[in-house]
């Protein structure tokens, strides 16, 4: 048989989200009740107050996400920028090098 041995450090991830999963599902359980919406024009809906609070992470993510996304597109375009640049450089050295390696010496 062979068992593979479980190392400690998973066990401890896995015991935080069991703990974390049940802290939350116990709050969603003890918030149910519902919480009026009032929208403008006299509109108003009624949600257990955790699937708003739910909603309102959720778009909260969404809006990091987002900036974090932008950022990051932003960064590998500077980064691609730089690269062909960094190429352009190393091919005009190259180029310089060879030059004067067939220019004969001016002492």
Request: a neutral charge.
């Amino acid at each position: 048989m062979n068992l593979e041995i479980i190392p400690p450090m998973r066990i401890l991830v896995w015991f935080i989200r069991f703990v974390l999963f049940v802290v939350l599902l116990s709050f969603a359980i003890k918030n149910d009740h519902g919480v009026d919406l009032n929208f403008f024009l006299g509109k108003q809906w009624n949600f257990p107050l955790v699937f708003v609070i739910l909603a309102a992470f959720a778009v909260g993510a969404l809006m990091g996400v987002t900036a974090t996304a932008a950022s990051l597109l932003r960064q590998r375009y500077e980064i691609s920028r730089l690269r062909k640049q960094l190429a352009r450089a190393e091919r005009d050295a190259e180029q310089a090098l060879e030059e004067a390696e067939r220019s004969p010496e001016s002492f």
